[in-house]
């Protein structure tokens, strides 16, 4: 039996979320459909050029994983085109000049990225390019996950179960890239890796190692620690959870891999590491059913609210100087590092909306801005979860006390210390409500309140009768 021929001479493979040459669903498809298949990447000027930091560690990130991508599919016989511009006009540009009669993808769930996409397909389609797209940034998509009925799930618990019933090894299964890497094409007098002087940007600083080797290690090192996931993961001073939402933001590692490996697992802890990654999914697939929820609430009758927080407590929170330990902590990581533990963002969201009655929508966009591993769908369904105007969301009678969270979850003091310097004298017992010690343990540690760190800004107590207020009046 002899193979049939490839249905196209020349193809192009387009790079976006998906930063890496292994287990990469649209790529395999390109190199098993064409016997020539150039690759791309580009950094998009729509996106770059709205960025309001130009030190953005996300552009570093995907510069750095993007020039290994470039050695490793190099390394293999190919090469990495990487332009600078405005992708919808880019991609088809490119396709004319190599002759390429079919242009691959990965699908990219977002509302801006379906219609840059749109825009691309009907630009090829006028010369007679054929799209590509494959399902490849999660385990199930659009409708592949539905109730008996048919319908679309809203709430998490029964499209986990549904999730849970249908996943098979068929789902699970890689794509693999290497053995039919003789598809890939050399250099077609491609320019090198712009430089991030050239995007327009300066290098920031990474705490965590980009790239495929970056997510590798990083998977390895969870690897051995999976087993304690569900009882260490929401503890910030712990090294508890996988660190790997970076990777699953721009692609540098399998989604399929780390969930085939979390479902391969016994015990409580790969179970509950799974489920996060289901939670994933879900997700993605809310925004792709409800877009309206990019913008909006998920429930339209709380857009009603009219939030009064004040522009000053919000400058407060987005600073790290509420009063509030673990709220402080929390934002001084965000800002000093591009990072936030999962446990906090909850609680720093929680109480921006249901103590400060700032809308969500403003927490949402800093952590737009300042999330590494920023994620649309993920970051509006936990930013919706915690302000009670989403699908499955905190029931808006449940506000989370943030001084007993910090009690909870960071016992000892030891991540609020970490953040919060000023607070590094004050015993245990009072850390977590610093302006709550009496004098006498006051003068013993060197410490005042609102001199030495900042009073609260709010009474917990007398505003969370405020937020059951502003919910009890829109909900009649």
Not at 278 to 298: E, K, M, N, S
Not at 392 to 410: C, G, K, L
Request: aromatic share 12%.
């Amino acid at each position: 039996m002899t193979a049939s021929p490839p249905a196209y001479d020349t193809a192009l493979f387009w790079f976006r979320r998906d930063l890496r040459d292994e287990d990469n669903a649209g790529l395999h498809y390109a190199l098993t459909s064409a016997r020539r298949v150039h690759c791309v990447f580009v950094f998009d000027r729509e996106i770059l050029d709205s960025l309001p930091d130009r030190r953005d560690r996300r552009v570093t990130f995907i510069w750095d994983s993007v020039k290994a991508l470039r050695e490793a599919l190099r390394a293999k016989g190919g090469d990495l085109l990487v332009l600078h511009g405005r992708a919808r006009e880019a991609i088809p540009a490119l396709a004319g000049r190599l002759g390429a009669q079919a242009v691959f993808t990965n699908e990219d769930y977002e509302g801006a990225a379906r219609a840059r996409d749109e825009a691309v397909e009907g630009a090829l389609a006028a010369f007679g390019v054929r799209m590509h797209r494959a399902k490849d940034t999660v385990v199930f998509e659009k409708d592949e996950i539905l109730t008996q009925a048919g319908g679309k799930f809203v709430v998490f618990t029964p499209y986990k179960n549904a999730w849970l019933a249908k996943v098979d090894d068929f789902y699970l299964k890689g794509y693999p890239v290497a053995k039919h890497a003789r598809a890939l094409a050399p250099a077609d007098g491609a320019a090198e890796l712009p430089a991030l002087e050239a995007l327009g940007f300066e290098r920031a600083e990474l705490l965590v190692a980009p790239g495929m080797a970056g997510a590798r290690a990083a998977f390895v090192d969870f690897t051995s620690r999976m087993k304690d996931y569900r009882a260490a993961r929401d503890f910030p001073a712990l090294k508890g959870v996988s660190y790997l939402s970076v990777h699953n933001r721009f692609g540098t590692i399998s989604i399929r891999e780390l969930a085939r490996a979390a479902h391969a697992s016994a015990g409580e802890g790969a179970a509950t590491w799974l489920s996060e990654l289901v939670w994933r999914d879900f997700y993605f697939q809310i925004l792709w059913h409800h877009p309206h929820a990019a913008t909006g609430c998920f429930r339209p009758q709380y857009d009603a609210i009219r939030w009064p927080g004040e522009d000053a407590h919000f400058a407060a929170w987005c600073e790290g100087r509420t009063g509030y330990p673990i709220v402080d902590a929390a934002m001084r990581q965000l800002n000093a590092t591009g990072y936030m533990h999962n446990r906090l963002r909850m609680i720093v969201a929680s109480f921006l909306v249901k103590d400060l009655l700032v809308d969500w929508r403003r927490g949402e966009r800093i952590f737009a801005e300042r999330l590494l591993d920023f994620d649309l769908a993920a970051n509006n369904g936990g930013w919706q979860w915690a302000a009670s105007t989403g699908c499955d969301a905190q029931p808006y009678f449940r506000i989370f006390n943030p001084v007993a969270q910090s009690e909870r979850f960071d016992p000892q003091g030891r991540f609020i210390r970490r953040y919060v310097p000023e607070l590094a004298n004050v015993p245990e017992c009072w850390i977590h409500a610093p302006w709550t010690m009496p004098p006498l343990e006051r003068q013993a540690a060197g410490f005042e309140p609102g001199r030495d760190y900042p009073a609260p800004v709010v009474d917990h107590a007398v505003q969370r009768e405020r937020a059951l207020a502003l919910f009890k009046a829109v909900r009649g």
